[in-house]
């Protein structure tokens, strides 16, 4: 009886992550680079399932007009393209933002600063929804670049660096 308790106790604590946990989408936005899996698809929505379950990926691409779902691990760059969506897995604060280890997120800088560090950075920006920290480029600087933005245009793979959405920010979540 007590294993079967536990049993059921894990899967509501499941159930309420995935059914609290937000897609971050990208409009006309493709990601490259990093591809591991593809499936057939009819929405976006399908793909941020899938994301949320696999502990692979960390964002995904959907295909309107092929009707597909590449589901990403890495991410080299990206560009605009009018047939796709792409998504951020939401894996910080409780499902309710996106952290991103060596990416580099630009577009729509509203604020930049010189910091220290990436947590200093994600302080700063609180109020924006959205930071970008990279590291110093010379060993002799002590202070990396922070961004701050409300919206996302650019995303790149960027040795060091750190990004995140943090929860209630203004770029479109469903």
């Not at 509501?12 to 990093?34: E, K, Q, R, V, W």
């Amino acid at each position: 009886m007590y294993s079967q308790c536990i049993l059921i106790l894990g899967f509501i604590t499941t159930l309420t992550y995935s059914l609290s946990s937000n897609c971050f989408f990208l409009p006309n936005l493709a990601l490259n680079g990093g591809t591991y899996d593809e499936f057939p698809a009819t929405e976006i929505k399908s793909c941020c399932i899938r994301c949320a379950k696999d502990p692979c990926c960390i964002a995904y691409t959907f295909d309107k007009v092929k009707g597909r779902c590449y589901m990403k691990s890495a991410i080299t760059d990206s560009q605009k393209s009018s047939s796709v969506t792409s998504g951020l897995k939401a894996n910080s604060h409780g499902g309710q933002g996106s952290m991103l280890r060596h990416i580099k997120i630009t577009g729509g800088t509203a604020s930049s600063v010189k910091l220290q560090n990436s947590e200093e950075c994600q302080q700063y920006c609180t109020a924006y929804g959205i930071f970008s920290w990279s590291p110093p480029e010379q060993p002799e600087e002590r202070n990396g670049d922070c961004s701050c933005m409300t919206r996302i245009s650019n995303i790149e793979y960027s040795f060091g660096s750190k990004s995140a959405i943090f929860p209630n920010s203004e770029l479109d979540r469903k």
